[in-house]
């Protein structure tokens, strides 16, 4: 039987290509920062059988159309807000994703990004650079709240949100949290209370975002939503840019709804130079790099391939997004190796 073709649209960490290679002829793109063009894209997919892609390449029902022989579509991320999983089901396309692997890289970003915000850790270090500690010590100089005591508001109890609370325990902060689905388990193990949104907006002096994005969580911050918040409460978001409505967090941050923001994933990306946030002091903006550690980078090239892999083998992969494609195209119908 002939390799299945793949193509990968960066060049990612190993063993991701090794995994690849050892069952597949691939063809990569020859970058590790830019992506292929959308016009490349489907071009490059058109005799393909998997495609292993970034969260930058919109793989819609046109690049789909485009690769008639495509059998699975395996994102190196976890969010999968890029892929339109309904128009890959309905072609009998497996899509995959890496989930757990990231997790804890996450959760400790989230962590740093509470204490950076609160504590005014970045501001502290520009003072220091532009000249500007020009006074002897005093007592309410870069003064920012304390965690002890205060109550932490998740939004989203998956496996990040879980690890973030976790991780923040050691700060005997209280945690409330609220999701779609209610864990009971968690709440038992983890000591986080459910609550409904408005309640979490209210009562929390930290409100961190671990939804993913779908059409239901797409601005759930929006103008309403942060008026309801604390006016000396701060936003996390590693999630994703589009859950909070942009132009309305402006609005908050200039007219003192809330505290502050830090922010690391934003509605578009790059975030254009000079824009509008960049001239805010009370936020902390980083560029979506949350899951950049070393580990979970390669850990992410790992999995992505095995997912990508196991599909062509006609095994179940690790972590199928689409699980009803199983029904619309067996896994017998897919297997090439
Ligand atoms: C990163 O944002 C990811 O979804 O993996």
Redesign the pocket.
Known sequence: MPKPKVYVTRIIPEPGLSILKEYCDIEVHQSKEWPPSREELIEKIKDKDGILCL?TDKIDAEVMDAAPNLKVVST?????DHIDIEAATKRGIYVT??PGV?TDA?AEFTVGLILAITRRILEADHIIRNGEWNKPWNPYFLTGPELKGKTIGIVGLGRIGRATVAKLKGFEVNFVYYDVYRNEAAEKQLGVKYVDLETLLKESDIVSLHVPLTKDTYHLIGEKELKMMKPTAYLINTA?GPVIDTEALIKALKEGWIAGAALD?FEQEPLPTGHELTKLDNVILTP?I??ATIEARQR?AELSATNLVSVLKGEMPPALVNKEVLNVRPLDKVKMI
């Open positions: 969260l190196y991320s976890v969010g999968f994703h890496t990231l996450v994703r994933v979506h949350a899951s992410m």
